[in-house]
């Protein structure tokens, strides 16, 4: 697995990494909240107990990640060049480096 690489090229939009410390806190928030309504029920309305909704306890506007982009293979090309070119000094070293953005970005 050390050579996969992505089969789209979608990614997030925005500066974080990852949205895993939101969905913690989502579903940490969504099981407290199910956890009272069950013990706040009487056995009669066990039966009658719906679920706590996604939007009840939480708002996806309000996580980390705005959406995401699909990418060309020309596009990544051109923003690795941009920057490569903005980095590096030598020749040899702006293709080095926009070589290896480009397997960052391709890479899972």
Not at 63 to 71: A, C, F, L, S, V
């Amino acid at each position: 697995m050390s050579n996969s690489r992505r089969k789209t090229p979608v990614f997030g939009i925005c500066v974080c990494q990852s949205e895993k410390d939101d969905k913690k806190r989502w579903h940490r928030r969504w099981r407290s909240t199910e956890r009272m309504a069950l013990g706040n029920a009487t056995p009669e309305g066990l039966g009658a107990h719906l679920p706590v909704l996604e939007k009840q306890v939480s708002d996806v506007w309000s996580m980390g990640k705005d959406g995401h982009i699909y990418r060309s293979l020309q596009s990544q090309a051109a923003a690795a060049e941009s920057r490569a070119s903005r980095l590096g000094r030598t020749p040899q070293e702006r293709a080095a480096l926009k070589k290896r953005l480009l397997k960052k970005w391709m890479s899972k």
